[in-house]
C-alpha cells in the first residue's frame, strides 16, 4: 500500500478509503485526466533479455520469500527464466519449512523485509544459521526509513528497492550471487 500510496501521490493523485464492519474495506484511487499522452520514458533495461543475463552463469536454486502472491509469482517467474531454480514460499514458517525439506543447496535468500509473523531479518538470521553459505538479498516497497528501522543498512547490505524492473531483479540477484552489492 505504501508503494501505491507514493505512487498515486506523485502523480498527483488521491486515495480515499472507505470502511464497513462485516462489508469490507474499498479504496478509491483518483488520478488527474490528462489530454495528450505523456512522452514514452527511457528505460534502462529496455532490449535487455533475460536469456541474456542467464548466459554464462550457473544454475543456482533460489528461495524466493514474499508475502505478496503477485510480487513472489513475478519474482519466480523472472528467476526461472533467468536460469535459476526457484523455491517460493509466502511467509518465514513456511521458507524454514522449505528449507528443512529441500536437500540441496540453496545459494540464495530473496526475501521481503516487512511481512507478517517473522521479517525477513529474522528469517535470513535462522536461514543462514541452518545454511551459512546461503547468501540473502533484501527487498521492500518501503522508504530507507521504514527498512532501516527493521535492520536494514541498504548501503551495507545486499538490497533491491520494490518496484523493480524484470531486468533488475535478475541482475542484482545475479550481482549478489557472483559476489557484488
Known amino acids: 500500500l505504501s508503494t501505491v500510496y507514493g ?4 502523480s498527483g493523485g488521491e486515495i480515499e478509503v ?11 484511487v483518483y488520478l488527474p485526466r490528462y489530454e495528450q499522452p505523456p512522452e514514452p520514458a527511457e528505460c534502462e533495461d529496455e532490449g535487455v533479455k533475460l536469456a541474456d543475463l542467464a548466459a554464462g552463469a550457473p544454475t543456482r536454486t533460489l528461495l524466493v520469500v514474499e508475502d505478496e502472491r503477485g ?26 519449512e522449505v528449507c528443512a525439506t529441500h536437500e540441496g543447496p540453496i545459494d540464495l535468500l530473496l526475501t521481503d523485509v516487512v ?3 517473522m521479517s525477513g531479518i529474522e528469517l535470513s538470521e535462522r536461514l ?23 535492520g536494514v543498512e541498504t548501503a551495507s547490505t545486499a538490497f533491491l528497492q520494490k518496484p523493480f524492473t524484470t531486468a533488475g531483479l535478475a541482475r542484482k540477484v545475479r550481482e549478489v550471487l557472483d559476489g557484488a552489492r
Request: proline share 3%.
Open 115 to 117: 511481512m507478517p509473523g
Open 128 to 150: 543462514v544459521a541452518l545454511r551459512p553459505a546461503t547468501k540473502v538479498l533484501y527487498m521492500s516497497g518501503f522508504t530507507d526509513d521504514v527498512t532501516l528501522k527493521h
Open 18 to 28: 472507505t470502511s464497513k464492519l462485516a462489508v469490507g474495506t474499498t479504496f478509491s
Open 71 to 96: 510480487v513472489r509469482d513475478l519474482a519466480t517467474a523472472v528467476l526461472k527464466a533467468a536460469g535459476h531454480t526457484v523455491l517460493a514460499a509466502g511467509h518465514g514458517r513456511e521458507a524454514l
Open 7 to 10: 505512487i498515486v501521490k506523485q
